[in-house]
T-cell receptor, first 114, second 111 residues
Framework: DAGVIQSPRHEVTEMGQEVTLRCKPISGHDYLFWYRQTMMRGLELLIYFNNNVPIDDSGMPEDRFSAKMPNASFSTLKIQPSEPRDSAVYFC????????????FGPGTRLLVL | GQQVMQIPQYQHVQEGEDFTTYCNSSTTLSNIQWYKQRPGGHPVFLIQLVKSGEVKKQKRLTFQFGEAKKNSSLHITATQTTDVGTYFCAGASGSARQLTFGSGTQLTVLP
């Protein structure tokens, strides 16, 4: 298996632009998680899905952030409009059939908002 | 909300020395997981502890889960340069359906 796939790996954009991050989880995994990692705040859970349904989005920082999972093999995290403070590494992770079981992280998307 | 404190934040050791990082949760956990993140990389799962007082070993790594299921530790014996990275604990609270990562301990091993 190729593992969790994320794209793009790097994104540089200007403040106010829309940013879309993409994730393909491991096939057969029921759970998908989006994390944000910064030096100041560490690793934060933003939202997670179970069988494509958003379960907990309490970690989403504000309305500028939205996430979707239209099918079992694809999810997006969108920031609109982006701000410099959104600069971070965004990780997608998936896990099998148990909530908060072993999580497999993707390589991350390094986002820089100028 | 649930908080997971991890200490120390940084640790520098000479190759061959031992290393320990500690996690403490503000609430009782259903399980605790440990991850390693190499510089520039992504977190990689190491182990999960579920039972009170559980101890698990992976070669030079020893993981413990406290009796009260509120604290945990990771001990590395005789560190090697390949151990360099940041070690995170992540506490899962079944009742609150939350997974909270500690702030991580960044380990540097000097040759």
């Amino acid at each position: 298996d190729a593992g969790v796939i994320q794209s793009p790996r790097h994104e540089v954009t200007e403040m106010g632009q829309e940013v879309t991050l993409r994730c393909k989880p491991i096939s057969g995994h029921d759970y998908l998680f989006w994390y944000r990692q910064t030096m100041m705040r560490g690793l934060e859970l933003l939202i997670y899905f179970n069988n494509n349904v958003p379960i907990d989005d309490s970690g989403m920082p504000e309305d500028r952030f939205s996430a979707k999972m239209p099918n079992a093999s694809f999810s997006t995290l969108k920031i609109q409009p982006s701000e410099p403070r959104d600069s971070a590494v965004y990780f997608c992770a998936s896990s099998g059939t148990v909530l908060f079981g072993t999580q497999y992280f993707g390589p991350g998307t390094r986002l820089l908002v100028l | 909300g649930q908080q997971v404190m991890q200490i120390p934040q940084y640790q520098h050791v000479q190759e061959g020395e031992d290393f320990t990082t500690y996690c403490n949760s503000s609430t009782t956990l259903s399980n605790i997981q440990w991850y390693k993140q190499r510089p520039g990389g992504h977190p990689v799962f190491l182990i999960q502890l579920v039972k009170s007082g559980e101890v698990k070993k992976q070669k030079r790594l020893t993981f413990q889960f406290g009796e009260a299921k509120k604290n945990s530790s990771l001990h590395i014996t005789a560190t090697q340069t390949t151990d360099v990275g940041t070690y995170f604990c992540a506490g899962a609270s079944g009742s609150a359906r939350q997974l909270t990562f500690g702030s991580g301990t960044q380990l540097t091993v000097l040759p």
